[in-house]
């Protein structure tokens, strides 16, 4: 079953061919609560910084998300591959503190390991 009132996020993140998407837009679409989310579904922790799991995307979508998380969070990443060629977003060690401070508000507590924490 579908919320007529999902329709719209629909039609942002999915094209004709419901294909995944990232909007333009999203730097103003992503929040604090949003990236939280997205993190505790998609994120892993990597070392002394942690990993954004982003396989639906193409490398133009990933670029636009690796811009939004700069220019919004000031959060310093990059793109790296896993070991089959699939692309993943790395926030870097030095923006940890940063990260942890938007999103730990909006984690539950059994995800709060995908932190470190």
Not at 48 to 63: A, E, K, P, Q
Not at 88 to 99: G, P
């Amino acid at each position: 079953m579908q919320l007529p009132c999902f329709n719209e996020y629909r039609k942002l993140f999915y094209d004709l061919n419901k294909k995944k998407i990232v909007p333009d837009n999203i730097k103003e679409l992503l929040t604090p609560s949003g990236l939280a989310f997205w993190i505790m579904d998609d994120g892993s922790k990597q070392g002394n910084g942690l990993h954004i799991s982003v396989y639906g995307f193409t490398d133009r979508d990933v670029d636009k998300l690796i811009l939004a998380l700069q220019e919004k969070f000031h959060l310093k990443c990059s793109i790296h591959y896993n070991k089959d060629n699939k692309p993943r977003i790395y926030i870097f060690k030095e923006s940890m503190e940063t990260l942890i401070s938007l999103v730990k508000p909006y984690f539950i507590k059994e995800m709060l390991y995908k932190l470190g924490l």
